[in-house]
């Protein structure tokens, strides 16, 4: 079973920058699509950013250009790299892992993952 802890969430003011973390265990990270989610208070959650297991990187348009995912796969950690930061982004931010290997399903839709860490919070003032 896959277990993810999300850790570098904070307080920070607009245009400054921040890198969360997804530290895994249980599986294999180069196996696995990866990606980050948010969920802001009264809005569903988000996809903002997954990685595939070659390495390529897809994100939502709101955050594209300022957010950078990346990978370690032997520290089977994900990292979330979030620059100009914006009031807007402010959220709580979620990893995730398609261990079932939902290929049909985009890689930013919520019903592609099927474990989930606890969150990191992001505030940004």
């Known amino acids: 079973e896959v277990q993810l802890v999300e850790s570098g969430g904070g307080s920070v003011q607009a245009g400054g920058s921040l890198s969360v973390s997804c530290a895994a265990s249980g599986y294999t990270s180069d196996h696995y699509c990866l990606a980050w989610f948010r969920q802001a208070p009264g809005k569903e959650r988000e996809g903002v950013a997954a990685i595939d297991t070659t390495g390529m990187p897809t994100y939502t348009y709101s955050v594209k250009d300022r957010f950078t995912i990346s990978k370690d796969n032997v520290k089977s950690t994900l990292y979330l790299q979030i620059d100009s930061l914006k009031p807007e982004d402010t959220a709580m931010y979620y990893c995730?892992?398609?261990?079932?290997?939902?290929?049909?399903?985009?890689?930013?839709?919520?019903?592609?993952?099927?474990?989930w860490g606890q969150g990191t919070q992001v505030t940004v003032s």
């Open positions: 995730a892992a398609d261990e079932s290997g939902k290929w049909w399903i985009p890689v930013l839709r919520f019903g592609r993952y099927d474990s």
